[in-house]
């Protein structure tokens, strides 16, 4: 066991998720309860039962990581908690517990960026080195962002409206999918993805988003939009209620997720150009780094890689377990803090907790 060891706790949307690693990168003990099922029922998160689940789990979370890693409190080097950005009561859940843990065991505190801790991950799996190609793609974030350092990224691009896995959940409710045999108890995006592959993309032509604007910015709320107007077109068409359309659900899946692909692939196809023309990527080895749920869409990803494929770019995908929301992804971006001496504070000192 080597001597920097870092607890993890991530709190920021709706999975509570606590690890122990050493400055390795070896994983010595986790343990992550998710709130999906809950939320699915719902149609969507409700932030006071977010934060209620948190409260009720965060407690045996991070006990049971801690046992599981056979580390002691007082073995520990930090604790590394997401504290930005997210939802508001969810975030404060996992600060107001890590504080008092600080304090009580007197160890540092490292305050984490979650978007920052998503793009880092890959580094603890094989090493990357800056500067790098990242795209974070899932039910709440969608940007493109070059990273020149654990604390310095230049974001190239953001979505102006909703991020594609909310895009994919959104259509899959409007299908009623939850009810779908296929589909019961996985998400949006995966019942989207595991349909499109009995469907023709060419039965529906939704047109590609943000055609004319020429920079590296996503929206996928326009797709959605046309996606439901074509779903009510059917709907009528066939005399059926609303969210019991079936004829077509399978061509509905794989266009959506074709138009979702090729907008994710044009943003980041631009993004490589320009960090090209602007010499900021390496001439050796450049890298993109795609993490996020929705990373984990097969057809998404084999779309970018024609991207890297004719951009000379290396193409690197996290397992999905490393690419969606855990403690493992937060302790480590303490351990890369507590390598480079950055952003650590003192059990005692003030955190300045203000999300955006
Ligand atoms: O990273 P994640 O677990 O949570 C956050 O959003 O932060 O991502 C969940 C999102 C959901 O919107 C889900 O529908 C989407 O990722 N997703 C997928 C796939 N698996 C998960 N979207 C498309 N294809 C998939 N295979
Ligand atoms: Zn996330």
Redesign the pocket.
Known sequence: MSSRLVLGIET????TGAAVIDETGLILGESLHSQ?EVHMKTGGIIPTVAQRLHRENIGRVVQEAMERSGVTQSQLSAVATTVKPGLALSLGIGLDFSLNFVKLHQKPFIPIHHMEA?ALTVRMLQPVVFPFLVLL?????SLLALARGIDDFLLLGQTLDE???????KV?RRLSLIKHPKCSM?????????LARDGDRLKFLFKPPMGAHYDCNFSFAGLRNQVTMSIQKKEKEEGVEQGTLLSCVNDIAAAT?HT?ASHIAKRTHRAILFCKAKGLLPSCNPTLVV??????????RKTLKIVTDTTGLHLLCPP?KF???NGVMIAWNGVERLREGKGILSHTEEVNYEPK
């Open positions: 920021s949307c709706d999975e999906k998503h793609v899932s039910g709440g974030h991020a594609p896995g909310d895009t994919m959940d899959a996985i998400s949006g995006g995966q019942a989207i993805e595991l997720q979702v993490s996020g749920g929705v990373a984990s869409n097969q057809y998404i999905s690419c969606t929301d």
